[in-house]
């Protein structure tokens, strides 16, 4: 039995008639750029997300990237985020001109360590990039708390967590803002790049429209520079198909790391999450000391998987600069070693299910 990492043809089969439509629509109208899709698709977003406003844009990176630009972020200042995430998260900081700054994380859910964020704070920080990592908000009341006592801005990287929810708030509306990646393997995802602002804000949210057309309003009157930042028409057409199947999709992902939870809580490490949380399991990822034995067993037994992340950002050649060492945040190193991320797609049969977790045992016993 072959099971892949993810199968996007056993997502697309059941609405390829209503996604080509949707695309032909798109070509008849002509409206490749600006096209009413995404007017559209903003307000279910919005909606969905428990916000006022919601700004498509090119990609999830660009989502972070536009929304450090909108916050007047850049050359002396500092960011403060996870060690523990996609690059983007650290790159946009980098490439407005600031400084990353990283702190450690919690062991069980991944995700930044609240109680360590106070003391990296200088009189340089302007922002905290909290990451919901592998679709679980992270601990969003104390991150508020010392980001409003230190006059903070809190970006959510929420590109693995649409439709995740902190104590009853979804991901995207707890800080100033929220940041959505629509990548093809994302829980909800186009057919190519694009991505998502969301927020309360409703100064942010004009800047960020304004940014996102190169800072203009009206055309070719500048008074900010911005960049191209749009989402396609295409896109947003695609994403309008899936969205009304998300819910049901998150119910198959959930029910499927239950079923996972079961057979495997003994055997590896699984999945820890807030009772007060709501998972969406972008990933489903365990942990075990013999990581790399079990994923060549995996691998030999044509079962996909994927670590994220095998190299900490602070250990990543290109940030060398910052001057960090091995040892500097253990809990994000230990878990890079440790991690790996099986098949939880909805589409999974129970076959196919019970192939991985019997491979996943025979992996760490053998």
């Given at each position: 039995?072959?099971?892949?990492?993810?199968?996007?043809?056993?997502?697309?089969?059941?609405?390829?008639?209503?996604?080509?439509?949707?695309?032909?629509?798109?070509?008849?109208?002509?409206?490749?750029?600006?096209?009413?899709?995404?007017?559209?698709?903003?307000?279910?977003?919005?909606?969905?997300?428990?916000?006022?406003?919601?700004?498509?844009?090119?990609?999830?990176?660009?989502?972070?990237?536009?929304?450090?630009?909108?916050?007047?972020?850049?050359?002396?200042?500092?960011?403060?985020?996870?060690?523990?995430?996609?690059?983007?998260?650290?790159?946009?900081?980098?490439?407005?001109?600031?400084?990353?700054?990283?702190?450690?994380?919690?062991?069980?859910?991944?995700?930044?360590?609240?109680?360590?964020?106070?003391?990296?704070?200088?009189?340089?920080?302007?922002?905290?990039?909290?990451?919901?990592?592998?679709?679980?908000?992270?601990?969003?009341?104390?991150?508020?708390?010392?980001?409003?006592?230190?006059?903070?801005?809190?970006?959510?990287?929420?590109?693995?967590?649409?439709?995740?929810?902190?104590?009853?708030?979804?991901?995207?509306?707890?800080?100033?803002?929220?940041?959505?990646?629509f990548f093809?393997?994302?829980?909800?995802?186009?057919?190519?790049?694009?991505?998502?602002?969301?927020?309360?804000?409703?100064e942010l949210?004009?800047?960020?429209?304004?940014?996102?057309?190169?800072?203009?309003?009206?055309?070719?009157?500048?008074?900010?520079?911005?960049?191209?930042?749009?989402?396609?028409?295409?896109?947003?057409?695609?994403?309008?198909?899936?969205?009304?199947?998300?819910?049901?999709?998150?119910?198959?992902?959930?029910?499927?790391?239950?079923?996972?939870?079961d057979r495997?809580?003994?055997?590896?490490?699984?999945?820890?999450?807030?009772?007060?949380?709501?998972?969406?399991?972008?990933?489903?990822?365990?942990?075990?000391?013999?990581?790399?034995?079990?994923?060549?067993?995996?691998?030999?037994?044509?079962?996909?998987?994927?670590?994220?992340?095998?190299?900490?950002?602070?250990?990543?050649?290109?940030?060398?600069?910052?001057?960090?060492?091995?040892?500097?945040?253990?809990?994000?190193?230990?878990?890079?070693?440790?991690?790996?991320?099986?098949?939880?797609?909805?589409?999974?049969?129970?076959?196919?299910?019970?192939?991985?977790?019997?491979?996943?045992?025979?992996?760490?016993?053998?």
């Amino acid at each position: 039995m072959k099971v892949p990492m993810l199968d996007l043809n056993a997502q697309y089969e059941p609405i390829k008639e209503d996604v080509l439509q949707a695309m032909r629509d798109v070509f008849d109208s002509k409206r490749f750029i600006n096209g009413p899709q995404i007017a559209e698709l903003e307000e279910k977003i919005a909606e969905y997300c428990q916000c006022k406003y919601a700004i498509g844009v090119s990609s999830g990176t660009d989502a972070i990237l536009i929304s450090l630009m909108a916050m007047n972020i850049g050359q002396e200042d500092e960011v403060i985020t996870t060690p523990f995430t996609f690059f983007a998260t650290a790159g946009c900081i980098y490439r407005v001109g600031a400084k990353p700054v990283f702190v450690d994380i919690d062991p069980k859910t991944y995700n930044i360590n609240p109680v360590l964020l106070e003391e990296k704070i200088t009189e340089r920080t302007k922002a905290v990039i909290p990451v919901h990592i592998f679709g679980q908000t992270a601990e969003m009341d104390k991150i508020n708390t010392i980001a409003k006592k230190h006059n903070l801005y809190v970006i959510e990287d929420a590109a693995q967590a649409i439709g995740s929810e902190y104590k009853g708030k979804r991901a995207g509306s707890i800080g100033d803002v929220g940041c959505f990646s629509f990548f093809p393997s994302k829980n909800l995802g186009c057919c190519g790049d694009g991505g998502m602002v969301t927020t309360n804000n409703e100064e942010l949210a004009e800047k960020i429209k304004i940014l996102r057309a190169h800072g203009s309003k009206p055309k070719y009157y500048h008074k900010i520079i911005g960049g191209n930042f749009r989402i396609d028409t295409i896109q947003a057409a695609v994403i309008l198909v899936k969205f009304p199947l998300l819910e049901k999709w998150h119910k198959g992902r959930q029910d499927n790391a239950e079923y996972y939870g079961d057979r495997l809580m003994d055997v590896v490490g699984i999945p820890y999450v807030e009772n007060y949380n709501r998972m969406i399991y972008n990933q489903y990822t365990i942990r075990t000391e013999n990581r790399d034995k079990l994923q060549k067993y995996l691998n030999d037994s044509n079962i996909g998987n994927a670590i994220y992340y095998p190299v900490p950002l602070h250990l990543q050649e290109c940030f060398a600069y910052l001057g960090y060492k091995e040892g500097d945040f253990s809990e994000a190193e230990k878990a890079a070693k440790e991690v790996i991320s099986i098949p939880i797609y909805p589409e999974l049969t129970d076959e196919q299910k019970d192939y991985v977790i019997e491979k996943v045992i025979n992996g760490i016993r053998i």
